[in-house]
Protein backbone atom coordinates (compact mmCIF):
# COMPACT_ATOMS: atom_id res chain seq x y z
CA UNK A 1 0.00 0.00 0.00
CA UNK A 2 1.37 3.59 -0.81
CA UNK A 3 1.15 6.26 1.44
CA UNK A 4 1.72 9.90 1.70
CA UNK A 5 1.38 12.99 3.32
CA UNK A 6 1.15 16.18 2.24
CA UNK A 7 0.94 19.90 3.34
CA UNK A 8 -2.16 21.98 1.72
CA UNK A 9 -2.33 25.33 1.08
CA UNK A 10 -4.51 26.22 3.57
CA UNK A 11 -2.36 24.94 6.12
CA UNK A 12 -4.42 21.53 6.38
CA UNK A 13 -2.25 17.82 6.08
CA UNK A 14 -3.72 15.54 3.73
CA UNK A 15 -2.87 11.64 4.18
CA UNK A 16 -3.70 9.46 1.25
CA UNK A 17 -3.02 6.46 0.31
CA UNK A 18 -4.10 3.89 -2.65
CA UNK A 19 -6.21 0.26 -1.68
CA UNK A 20 -5.48 -3.20 -3.17
CA UNK A 21 -8.12 -1.86 -5.81
CA UNK A 22 -6.07 0.96 -6.45
CA UNK A 23 -8.56 3.62 -5.39
CA UNK A 24 -7.28 6.29 -3.37
CA UNK A 25 -8.19 7.49 -0.25
CA UNK A 26 -7.06 10.85 2.00
CA UNK A 27 -7.95 12.91 5.01
CA UNK A 28 -7.32 16.28 6.21
CA UNK A 29 -5.74 16.73 9.54
CA UNK A 30 -5.23 19.64 11.15
CA UNK A 31 -1.43 18.56 12.21
CA UNK A 32 0.99 16.09 10.41
CA UNK A 33 1.39 14.05 13.61
CA UNK A 34 -2.55 12.92 13.53
CA UNK A 35 -2.27 12.75 10.17
CA UNK A 36 0.65 10.11 10.52
CA UNK A 37 -1.38 8.23 12.93
CA UNK A 38 -3.94 7.80 10.77
CA UNK A 39 -1.82 6.41 8.43
CA UNK A 40 -0.07 4.14 10.49
CA UNK A 41 -3.23 2.55 11.29
CA UNK A 42 -4.80 2.23 7.70
CA UNK A 43 -1.08 0.50 7.01
CA UNK A 44 -1.86 -1.72 10.44
CA UNK A 45 -5.16 -2.97 9.28
CA UNK A 46 -3.72 -3.85 6.04
CA UNK A 47 -0.62 -5.66 7.39
CA UNK A 48 -3.11 -7.74 9.72
CA UNK A 49 -5.69 -8.16 7.22
CA UNK A 50 -8.31 -6.23 9.10
CA UNK A 51 -8.45 -3.29 6.43
CA UNK A 52 -11.98 -2.43 4.90
CA UNK A 53 -12.98 0.14 2.53
CA UNK A 54 -14.16 2.96 4.36
CA UNK A 55 -16.68 3.89 1.54
CA UNK A 56 -17.92 0.08 1.44
CA UNK A 57 -18.76 0.32 5.46
CA UNK A 58 -21.49 3.12 4.76
CA UNK A 59 -23.99 0.22 3.70
CA UNK A 60 -26.36 -0.01 6.35
CA UNK A 61 -26.44 -3.38 8.21
CA UNK A 62 -30.02 -4.06 6.58
CA UNK A 63 -28.83 -3.59 2.74
CA UNK A 64 -25.77 -5.82 3.55
CA UNK A 65 -27.85 -8.33 5.43
CA UNK A 66 -30.27 -8.68 1.79
CA UNK A 67 -26.93 -8.64 -0.58
CA UNK A 68 -25.21 -11.05 2.00
CA UNK A 69 -28.63 -13.32 2.35
CA UNK A 70 -29.34 -13.60 -1.48
CA UNK A 71 -26.10 -15.47 -2.15
CA UNK A 72 -26.81 -17.94 1.02
CA UNK A 73 -28.03 -21.77 0.25
CA UNK A 74 -30.29 -22.01 2.92
CA UNK A 75 -33.85 -24.08 3.82
CA UNK A 76 -36.67 -22.05 4.10
CA UNK A 77 -36.83 -22.51 8.04
CA UNK A 78 -33.55 -21.04 8.42
CA UNK A 79 -34.55 -18.36 5.33
CA UNK A 80 -37.62 -17.40 8.12
CA UNK A 81 -34.75 -17.64 11.54
CA UNK A 82 -31.95 -15.46 9.59
CA UNK A 83 -34.80 -13.03 8.86
CA UNK A 84 -35.39 -11.50 12.21
CA UNK A 85 -31.47 -10.97 11.83
CA UNK A 86 -32.37 -7.73 9.55
CA UNK A 87 -35.16 -6.24 12.22
CA UNK A 88 -32.53 -5.39 15.03
CA UNK A 89 -32.48 -1.85 16.40
CA UNK A 90 -29.05 -1.14 14.23
CA UNK A 91 -30.83 -2.45 10.95
CA UNK A 92 -30.83 1.21 9.73
CA UNK A 93 -27.15 2.64 10.58
CA UNK A 94 -24.34 1.92 8.60
CA UNK A 95 -22.83 -1.09 9.06
CA UNK A 96 -19.56 0.22 10.27
CA UNK A 97 -21.22 2.57 13.01
CA UNK A 98 -22.60 -0.29 14.64
CA UNK A 99 -20.66 -0.50 18.27
CA UNK A 100 -20.42 -3.05 20.67
CA UNK A 101 -22.79 -1.21 23.04
CA UNK A 102 -25.64 -1.30 20.30
CA UNK A 103 -25.67 -5.30 20.28
CA UNK A 104 -25.43 -5.15 24.21
CA UNK A 105 -28.49 -2.61 24.25
CA UNK A 106 -30.25 -4.98 21.91
CA UNK A 107 -29.39 -8.35 23.98
CA UNK A 108 -30.94 -6.40 26.85
CA UNK A 109 -33.99 -5.72 24.96
CA UNK A 110 -34.44 -8.95 24.06
CA UNK A 111 -33.92 -10.07 27.33
CA UNK A 112 -35.94 -7.48 28.91
CA UNK A 113 -38.98 -8.66 26.53
CA UNK A 114 -38.78 -11.95 28.43
CA UNK A 115 -37.49 -14.06 25.34
CA UNK A 116 -35.57 -16.78 26.60
CA UNK A 117 -31.80 -17.37 26.55
CA UNK A 118 -31.90 -19.98 23.99
CA UNK A 119 -34.18 -17.79 21.37
CA UNK A 120 -31.73 -14.66 22.40
CA UNK A 121 -28.28 -16.79 21.75
CA UNK A 122 -30.37 -18.03 18.21
CA UNK A 123 -30.90 -14.75 17.10
CA UNK A 124 -27.58 -13.77 18.53
CA UNK A 125 -25.72 -16.10 15.90
CA UNK A 126 -27.73 -15.24 13.35
CA UNK A 127 -26.57 -11.54 13.69
CA UNK A 128 -23.20 -12.55 14.18
CA UNK A 129 -22.96 -14.37 11.23
CA UNK A 130 -23.88 -11.41 9.00
CA UNK A 131 -21.25 -9.40 10.82
CA UNK A 132 -18.50 -11.93 10.11
CA UNK A 133 -19.84 -12.07 6.82
CA UNK A 134 -18.85 -8.12 6.39
CA UNK A 135 -15.56 -8.82 8.12
CA UNK A 136 -14.22 -11.17 5.46
CA UNK A 137 -15.68 -9.12 2.78
CA UNK A 138 -13.64 -6.10 4.33
CA UNK A 139 -16.49 -3.88 4.26
CA UNK A 140 -15.73 -3.34 8.23
CA UNK A 141 -12.44 -4.07 9.83
CA UNK A 142 -14.20 -5.67 13.22
CA UNK A 143 -17.16 -7.63 14.39
CA UNK A 144 -18.80 -5.72 17.39
CA UNK A 145 -20.67 -8.82 18.25
CA UNK A 146 -17.30 -10.06 19.47
CA UNK A 147 -17.15 -11.08 23.59
CA UNK A 148 -20.97 -9.73 24.40
CA UNK A 149 -21.92 -11.62 26.97
CA UNK A 150 -25.46 -13.60 26.49
CA UNK A 151 -28.15 -14.16 29.29
CA UNK A 152 -27.33 -17.45 31.10
CA UNK A 153 -29.38 -20.58 30.29
CA UNK A 154 -30.51 -22.89 32.72
CA UNK A 155 -28.36 -26.12 33.64
CA UNK A 156 -29.62 -29.06 31.15
CA UNK A 157 -30.36 -31.15 34.60
CA UNK A 158 -32.85 -28.44 35.57
CA UNK A 159 -34.29 -27.04 32.69
CA UNK A 160 -35.16 -30.20 31.03
CA UNK A 161 -38.86 -32.21 31.56
CA UNK A 162 -38.80 -36.16 31.38
CA UNK A 163 -42.53 -37.48 31.56
CA UNK A 164 -42.50 -40.81 33.75
CA UNK A 165 -43.26 -44.48 32.63
CA UNK A 166 -46.66 -43.53 33.83
CA UNK A 167 -47.17 -40.43 32.33
CA UNK A 168 -46.56 -41.38 29.12
CA UNK A 169 -48.70 -44.52 29.20
CA UNK A 170 -51.22 -42.38 30.31
CA UNK A 171 -50.73 -40.29 27.53
CA UNK A 172 -50.71 -42.77 25.33
CA UNK A 173 -53.99 -44.54 26.77
CA UNK A 174 -56.28 -40.76 26.85
CA UNK A 175 -54.93 -40.09 22.99
CA UNK A 176 -57.00 -40.64 20.09
CA UNK A 177 -56.43 -44.31 17.99
CA UNK A 178 -54.98 -42.73 14.98
CA UNK A 179 -52.68 -40.22 17.01
CA UNK A 180 -51.36 -43.07 19.64
CA UNK A 181 -48.91 -44.44 16.98
CA UNK A 182 -47.86 -40.90 16.98
CA UNK A 183 -46.89 -40.18 20.42
CA UNK A 184 -45.30 -43.81 20.02
CA UNK A 185 -42.73 -42.83 17.49
CA UNK A 186 -41.42 -40.17 19.85
CA UNK A 187 -41.67 -42.09 23.06
CA UNK A 188 -40.18 -45.10 22.02
CA UNK A 189 -38.31 -43.96 18.78
CA UNK A 190 -36.80 -40.77 19.52
CA UNK A 191 -38.86 -38.65 16.50
CA UNK A 192 -38.90 -34.78 16.53
CA UNK A 193 -42.47 -33.76 15.85
CA UNK A 194 -41.75 -33.12 11.79
CA UNK A 195 -39.56 -36.31 11.91
CA UNK A 196 -43.37 -38.19 12.84
CA UNK A 197 -45.46 -36.16 10.75
CA UNK A 198 -43.49 -37.19 7.57
CA UNK A 199 -43.26 -41.08 7.89
CA UNK A 200 -44.38 -43.07 5.07
CA UNK A 201 -45.07 -46.37 5.25
CA UNK A 202 -42.27 -47.14 2.91
CA UNK A 203 -40.13 -45.76 5.60
CA UNK A 204 -40.85 -49.12 7.96
CA UNK A 205 -39.76 -52.16 7.30
CA UNK A 206 -41.56 -54.73 9.05
CA UNK A 207 -39.20 -57.55 8.66
CA UNK A 208 -36.07 -55.85 10.09
CA UNK A 209 -37.98 -53.75 12.68
CA UNK A 210 -36.83 -50.50 11.56
CA UNK A 211 -37.63 -47.24 10.44
CA UNK A 212 -35.56 -44.71 8.06
CA UNK A 213 -36.02 -41.15 9.18
CA UNK A 214 -35.58 -39.35 5.90
CA UNK A 215 -37.51 -36.42 5.85
CA UNK A 216 -39.44 -33.76 8.08
CA UNK A 217 -42.85 -31.85 7.71
CA UNK A 218 -42.96 -28.17 8.09
CA UNK A 219 -45.30 -25.38 8.31
CA UNK A 220 -44.63 -21.82 5.94
CA UNK A 221 -46.06 -19.11 6.26
CA UNK A 222 -49.46 -18.74 4.79
CA UNK A 223 -50.25 -22.38 6.77
CA UNK A 224 -48.26 -23.86 2.85
CA UNK A 225 -47.23 -27.71 3.76
CA UNK A 226 -42.82 -28.08 3.52
CA UNK A 227 -41.48 -31.02 3.23
CA UNK A 228 -37.91 -31.40 3.18
CA UNK A 229 -34.54 -33.74 4.37
CA UNK A 230 -34.25 -33.52 8.39
CA UNK A 231 -32.02 -31.35 9.99
CA UNK A 232 -28.43 -31.41 8.85
CA UNK A 233 -27.09 -35.21 10.33
CA UNK A 234 -30.20 -35.81 11.20
CA UNK A 235 -31.10 -39.08 8.68
CA UNK A 236 -30.47 -42.34 9.98
CA UNK A 237 -31.83 -45.65 10.81
CA UNK A 238 -34.13 -46.32 14.19
CA UNK A 239 -34.60 -49.44 15.57
CA UNK A 240 -37.88 -50.11 16.60
CA UNK A 241 -39.47 -52.40 19.71
CA UNK A 242 -41.67 -55.56 19.06
CA UNK A 243 -44.39 -53.49 20.44
CA UNK A 244 -44.14 -50.49 18.41
CA UNK A 245 -43.82 -52.31 14.96
CA UNK A 246 -47.25 -53.92 16.08
CA UNK A 247 -48.79 -50.86 17.02
CA UNK A 248 -47.82 -49.40 13.68
CA UNK A 249 -49.06 -52.41 11.60
CA UNK A 250 -52.19 -52.11 13.15
CA UNK A 251 -52.73 -48.42 12.56
CA UNK A 252 -51.90 -49.08 8.86
CA UNK A 253 -54.15 -52.46 8.99
CA UNK A 254 -57.38 -50.16 10.64
CA UNK A 255 -57.00 -46.74 9.16
CA UNK A 256 -54.98 -47.07 5.89
CA UNK A 257 -52.49 -44.49 4.45
CA UNK A 258 -53.20 -41.22 3.10
CA UNK A 259 -52.40 -40.22 -0.46
CA UNK A 260 -49.99 -41.13 -3.41
CA UNK A 261 -47.20 -41.14 -0.51
CA UNK A 262 -48.44 -43.29 1.84
CA UNK A 263 -47.93 -40.80 4.74
CA UNK A 264 -48.73 -42.80 8.28
CA UNK A 265 -50.42 -39.83 9.44
CA UNK A 266 -53.78 -37.38 7.98
CA UNK A 267 -53.45 -33.52 7.57
CA UNK A 268 -55.33 -31.75 5.02
CA UNK A 269 -55.91 -32.36 1.36
CA UNK A 270 -54.18 -35.87 1.67
CA UNK A 271 -51.09 -34.48 3.25
CA UNK A 272 -49.16 -35.17 6.14
CA UNK A 273 -50.05 -33.01 9.23
CA UNK A 274 -48.09 -29.98 10.23
CA UNK A 275 -46.80 -28.69 13.90
CA UNK A 276 -50.48 -26.56 14.40
CA UNK A 277 -52.61 -30.04 13.42
CA UNK A 278 -50.19 -31.92 16.04
CA UNK A 279 -50.53 -29.37 18.53
CA UNK A 280 -53.84 -29.37 18.68
CA UNK A 281 -53.76 -33.53 19.10
CA UNK A 282 -51.50 -33.32 21.78
CA UNK A 283 -53.28 -30.32 23.21
CA UNK A 284 -56.31 -32.76 23.41
CA UNK A 285 -54.49 -35.71 24.44
CA UNK A 286 -53.61 -33.62 27.26
CA UNK A 287 -56.45 -32.55 28.37
CA UNK A 288 -58.11 -36.00 28.37
CA UNK A 289 -55.18 -37.41 30.38
CA UNK A 290 -55.37 -35.15 33.13
CA UNK A 291 -52.10 -34.14 32.74
CA UNK A 292 -50.15 -30.81 32.29
CA UNK A 293 -46.75 -29.55 31.55
CA UNK A 294 -45.64 -31.95 29.38
CA UNK A 295 -44.18 -31.01 25.71
CA UNK A 296 -44.35 -33.46 22.83
CA UNK A 297 -40.59 -32.88 22.29
CA UNK A 298 -40.41 -33.96 25.81
CA UNK A 299 -41.00 -37.70 24.80
CA UNK A 300 -38.30 -37.39 22.86
CA UNK A 301 -36.19 -36.81 25.89
CA UNK A 302 -38.15 -39.43 27.72
CA UNK A 303 -36.67 -41.83 25.09
CA UNK A 304 -33.11 -40.90 25.60
CA UNK A 305 -33.20 -41.26 29.00
CA UNK A 306 -34.25 -45.00 28.39
CA UNK A 307 -31.38 -45.14 25.98
CA UNK A 308 -29.30 -43.91 28.58
CA UNK A 309 -30.52 -45.64 31.91
CA UNK A 310 -30.51 -48.72 29.83
CA UNK A 311 -26.72 -48.50 29.24
CA UNK A 312 -26.49 -47.49 25.68
CA UNK A 313 -23.09 -45.50 25.41
CA UNK A 314 -22.71 -42.05 24.00
CA UNK A 315 -22.71 -42.85 20.12
CA UNK A 316 -25.39 -44.84 20.27
CA UNK A 317 -27.43 -41.98 21.59
CA UNK A 318 -26.50 -39.76 19.10
CA UNK A 319 -27.21 -41.81 16.80
CA UNK A 320 -30.31 -42.97 17.72
CA UNK A 321 -31.16 -39.36 18.14
CA UNK A 322 -29.93 -38.43 14.83
CA UNK A 323 -27.39 -35.20 16.34
CA UNK A 324 -24.95 -34.60 13.88
CA UNK A 325 -22.22 -34.26 17.00
CA UNK A 326 -21.64 -36.35 19.83
CA UNK A 327 -20.52 -33.08 21.89
CA UNK A 328 -24.43 -31.78 21.13
CA UNK A 329 -25.63 -35.54 22.86
CA UNK A 330 -23.51 -34.84 25.71
CA UNK A 331 -24.21 -31.34 26.49
CA UNK A 332 -27.69 -31.74 26.17
CA UNK A 333 -28.14 -35.35 28.08
CA UNK A 334 -24.47 -35.66 29.98
CA UNK A 335 -26.42 -35.51 33.72
CA UNK A 336 -28.31 -38.25 32.78
CA UNK A 337 -25.67 -40.76 32.29
CA UNK A 338 -24.32 -42.88 35.56
CA UNK A 339 -21.57 -40.83 37.52
CA UNK A 340 -18.04 -42.50 38.37
CA UNK A 341 -19.72 -42.54 41.86
CA UNK A 342 -22.58 -44.49 40.63
CA UNK A 343 -20.52 -46.74 38.59
CA UNK A 344 -18.23 -47.55 41.64
CA UNK A 345 -21.12 -48.62 44.03
CA UNK A 346 -22.49 -50.82 41.39
CA UNK A 347 -19.19 -52.43 41.12
CA UNK A 348 -19.00 -52.78 44.78
CA UNK A 349 -22.55 -54.44 45.05
CA UNK A 350 -21.50 -56.96 42.40
CA UNK A 351 -18.26 -57.94 44.34
CA UNK A 352 -20.43 -58.46 47.80
CA UNK A 353 -23.03 -60.16 45.72
CA UNK A 354 -20.57 -62.64 44.31
CA UNK A 355 -18.59 -63.09 47.30
CA UNK A 356 -21.88 -63.27 49.73
CA UNK A 357 -24.65 -64.23 47.70
CA UNK A 358 -26.65 -61.46 48.10
CA UNK A 359 -25.75 -57.92 49.21
CA UNK A 360 -24.44 -57.42 52.52
CA UNK A 361 -26.41 -55.15 55.38
CA UNK A 362 -24.44 -51.96 56.66
CA UNK A 363 -23.34 -53.04 60.46
CA UNK A 364 -25.29 -51.47 62.93
CA UNK A 365 -22.07 -50.47 64.92
CA UNK A 366 -20.33 -48.61 61.59
CA UNK A 367 -22.23 -45.12 60.43
CA UNK A 368 -22.69 -45.17 57.28
CA UNK A 369 -21.76 -42.04 55.26
CA UNK A 370 -24.31 -41.39 52.52
CA UNK A 371 -22.16 -38.38 51.64
CA UNK A 372 -20.63 -37.89 48.19
Not at 55 to 76: C, D, K, L, M
Not at 272 to 293: A, E, F, I, M
Request: aromatic fraction near 8%; include cysteine.
Amino acid sequence: MAGSIAKRANGKWRARYRDEAGKEHSRHFDRKIDAQQWLDQVTSAVVTGTYADPQAGRITFAAFFGEWSARQVWAPGTVLAMSLAARTPFAGKPIKEVRRSDVEAWIKQMNAAGLAPGTIKTRYVNVRSVFRAAVKDRVIGSDPTDGVRLPRRRRADVAMSIPTPEEVGQLIAAADEQFQPFIALCAFAGLRLGEAAGVQLGDVDFLRKTLKVSRQVQRLNGGEIDVRAPKYGSERVVYLADGLIDMLAMHVANNGTIGKSRWLFAGEENGPPHQNTVGYWWRKTLRDSGLSGIKLHDLRHFYASGLIAAGCDVVTVQRSLGHSKATTTLNTYAHLWPTAADRTRKAAESIMSASLGEPAAPRADVEVNTGE
